[in-house]
């Protein structure tokens, strides 16, 4: 069940990945800095306030005209937004988001060829090859041949992609674009190799606006731990921990994975140390019930002493 979980969030992260990239080129959305307007499903999105209509319009007219066009359609996006972060945390990190599928993609090559998946932690005892130079070449130009797709993709949001793409062939570059993408490459690679943890933790707005909602909410979904059965977790060497792209303790109360993107690998993980146990996973998503560890501050019952009545 949760191979088949896995793969469906690695489609899911596949498809946005390249919608991410192509968005721009079939005109789906992006910002046109040529025409200094937003192009949305092929079409023009602006308010069309040229001073002609204006002073051919009413006051209510123009005021409707921004209400529809600009303000309801913020205040719906924004509103969804809050309303899917609130009820499900980093959802979108965890199944959508093309940073975060950059993160695992580049843990896994660490993982195969240093042994660990960041530079800040000890390589482990029983691990087998310990990084040699060509392992680093290949960590660092997959880093750099991402980093340099992200970065044209980005600028094919504020550039029109199709005379971006044919002036990239034929080394026909601006100064100025050229100057983007070196220094973007370079950016991007920089947080791909040292830093991609740690931008997902504290450095992503995104991410830290979803966790905060998330932690509002005592009922949100949450990766919970049987602690009732804790004692299975003595002969474990932490696979759960392990195969946590964000490095969390994954056991631990909801205040402590703040950052968590609801990837289930933890999940997965002890499903496949504990597949032989009838009881199943010591980990599971706790939807929408409050408990202990769901809460950000644990709630304890408290008996009231009774009162010895006096004789």
Known sequence: MMKNFQRNRLITRTAFFFLFLLAPVLDLFRFDLTETHFVVLGQALSLDLSTDWVMSSTPLETGLRVLFRFVLPIVVIIG??????????????????????????????????????????????DAIVKGGILDWFVIVGVSVVIAFTWALGLLSYLLPPIPLYTDLVHFNLSIGETAFLCVATLAFTVDFVFARHLFCKYGCAVGVFQSLFWMMNPRSM?????????????????????????RLPVRGFKRSKFTCTQCAQCISACVEVQKDNPDGSLLGWNEGRQS??????????????KVKSKK
């Open 292 to 305: 202990k560890q769901t809460s950000l501050i644990p709630m304890v019952n408290i008996e009231t002493p």
């Open 222 to 246: 949450v990766v919970e731990f049987d602690r009732d059965r804790a004692s299975l977790c003595k002969g474990c060497d932490k696979d759960c921990e392990e195969a946590c792209p964000m």
């Open 80 to 125: 969804s937004g809050i309303f899917i972060f609130w009820r499900w945390g980093r959802i979108y990190c965890g199944w959508l988001c093309p940073h975060f599928s950059v993160v695992e993609m580049v843990n896994d090559i660490m993982k195969k060829r240093t042994g660990r998946v960041t530079l800040w932690e000890e390589v482990p005892s």
